[in-house]
Structures are given as C-alpha cells and as structure tokens.
C-alpha cells in the first residue's frame, strides 16, 4: 500500500512508448506476485482465489490459475472497455502469468 500511494502521489507519470511500458509492467507484476507468493502471501486480488483452488488440488499450477481468472474477468469487461483494452489485458495477463 506504501508504494501504491507514493507512485499514485507522484506528480510525474513514467510513460515511454507503448512495448516498453507494457515490458516493464509485466516485468514489475510478475517480480511483486513472486514476492508475495513464494512468502506465502498474497496481493488480496484474484490470487487469493487461485491460492484457495490450489490448495484444495495441489497439482494444479497457480500461475495457470491466475491466468485463467484474469482472462475471465476480461471477458466480463469486454462490453465495458473495448476490444482493444481487452486485448492488451489478454496479452498482458498472458505474458505476466
């Protein structure tokens, strides 16, 4: 939460170009839900769902599950945000899973 609120409070945004950015989201995304999960933790999002299903059959691969509850929530949102948006959500839930 401490660095939610300091990058939210910045009065700059770190925007290049668009492959960049998305590199570097995926990059940061997947090192903060490594940090979280090999301590046992969790980011209290969609995790917290595939943790529960993975402890109930443990030879299921969390990150699979992440992904496929990420990409159920994106089709959900596809009347909501666009094609495009979804797209770069269906990507992005893909390369960071």
Do not use: W
């Amino acid at each position: 939460m401490f660095f939610f609120t300091l990058f939210y409070e910045l009065p700059f945004t770190l925007m290049t170009t668009f492959p960049i950015d998305f590199l570097l989201a995926c990059l940061l995304i997947s090192f903060g839900y490594y940090c979280c999960l090999t301590e046992g933790s969790s980011t209290v999002g969609v995790d917290v769902i595939a943790l529960v299903l993975c402890q109930k059959n443990p030879q299921r691969n969390l990150a699979k599950i992440i992904r496929h509850l990420n990409l159920s929530v994106l089709v959900l949102g596809l009347l909501t945000y666009g094609v495009f948006a979804v797209l770069t959500g269906f990507l992005f839930s893909i390369s960071y899973a």
